[in-house]
């Protein structure tokens, strides 16, 4: 049982690239988000999408693209990186309903220079 | 707007002694509140979570917390530690009574540190 899989595990990027986080679950979830972990801040949502066909914005949102390609798939993209968007990204889904159960991934460690 | 607050970015500890680790949030309607444990280099995994009902919640590897209304609080605890437990610890809330598909606001994360 492989729950939240990312890809990929690290990436280092140069200001100005572009580049699609993945992230797929085999639990059957209806939800998925994207969130950002910075040291001493905890993590922010950056994307979430409560059901297929349909995303919205989470607490920081700008300078990122989300497509839910499936009710497997929630990707990330990246279009223009910057040294700011250095940080680990995780990845999690959640069945939905009462209980607001988040299943994470084991993150995409991202560096801009 | 929901907050989360957690006292103390780093306790240390010694084998044994009891953990108590600190979260108070702020939200406007009745919270669901949540303990997240992160081990090194993985994501994160629930330890407990309050959504109704009894107040003094249970959960895996001997952790419970207590939610305290009046104190706007959620404290973690476990009477013993072991070297095990080594790890960061996040607070989250939710206070949009369960139709908010997970949107969860965390803390800033507390790292404990298990001394032999």
């Known amino acids: 049982n492989a729950g939240v899989t990312q890809t990929p595990k690290f990436q280092v990027l140069k200001t100005g690239q572009s580049m699609t986080l993945q992230c797929a679950q085999d639990m059957n979830h209806n939800s998925m988000y994207w969130y950002r972990q910075d040291p001493g801040m905890g993590l922010r949502l950056i994307y979430y999408s409560a059901s297929e066909g349909t995303t919205d914005k989470g607490e920081v949102p700008n300078g990122y693209n989300v497509s839910r390609l499936n009710k497997r798939e929630f990707s990330l993209r990246l279009e223009s990186a910057a040294p700011s968007q250095t940080s680990v990204y995780f990845c999690?889904?959640?069945?939905?309903?009462?209980?607001?159960?988040?299943?994470f991934g084991p993150g995409t460690r991202l560096t801009v220079t | 707007a929901q907050s989360v607050t957690q006292l103390g970015s780093h306790v240390s500890v010694s084998e044994g002694a009891l953990v108590l680790l600190r979260c108070n949030y702020s939200?406007?309607?009745?919270?669901?509140l949540f303990w997240y444990v992160q081990y090194p280099n993985q994501g994160l995994q629930l330890l407990l979570k309050y959504t109704t009902g009894a107040t003094l919640v249970k959960g895996i590897n001997g952790f419970e917390a207590e939610f305290k209304k009046s104190e706007t609080s959620f404290h973690l605890t476990k009477p013993s530690a072991h070297m095990s437990d080594a790890a960061e610890y996040f607070c989250?809330?939710?206070?949009?009574?369960?139709?908010?598909?997970?949107?969860?606001?965390f803390g800033q994360g507390t790292i404990l540190t298990v001394h032999p």
């Open positions: 989250a809330v939710s206070d949009d009574g369960g139709t908010s598909y997970g949107k969860l606001t």
């Open positions: 939200s406007s309607v009745p919270p669901y």
């Open positions: 999690a889904s959640s069945p939905g309903g009462t209980g607001l159960l988040l299943y």
